[in-house]
């Protein structure tokens, strides 16, 4: 709150020596934000506290996965945030989570138009593109985007959501939604979902 980023890189320091990753993450690092957030949300804090806190703790998380997200071994995945999404910390958070359980993960962030990150997973060819995705509208636009990458893909990857938007009954009532696979729960159960979800379409391939 002081906008001490000095101060905010000891304190996740001396967090994730104390820690693991996963509970730096689930336990000190998204519940702060979530009260910046509600904070901004009530008025009591400008914005610009709001950015600087997530730029300071993107920074470190970068930082993580650069160490885990290049590692080869048991699959491709790729995060990206839904269209009009800008939220990128809780899907830096699943990267991570994933490279840490030897997927290859290639985090795209946000900011990619559709048709960009069309041509991209042609030539990446994942077996998986997670989309994340914060509020309803950036929901709806994941969808969307989902349904364009399994028509213009070949062959076409899995595809699944991640985020807060996700548990709104609203999004899951969406009519792009019905057979979606959905990824939470604690990161050991991510990636047994993960696992799963890719083994599915490895199978689908083969019988096509």
Known sequence: LDFDDCGSDRILDETIAQFSVEEACLSVIRPALSDIGDRWERGEIPAGLEHFATRVIMRRLSLIFNMVGGISGRGKVVTVCAPGEEHEVGLMMLSIFLGRRNWRVIFLGSGVPIDDLVTTLRHVEPDLVCIGATTAP?????????????????????????????????????????GAYYLDGTPDEIDAAVAEIIERRIRTLRMA
């Not at 349904?147 to 969406?174: D, N």
């Open 138 to 178: 950036a929901a709806a636009s994941a969808y969307v985007a989902a349904e364009q990458i399994m028509r213009q893909v070949v062959p076409p990857p899995a595809v699944a959501y991640g985020g807060r938007a996700f548990t709104l009954p609203e999004v899951r009532a969406h009519p792009n939604a019905r």
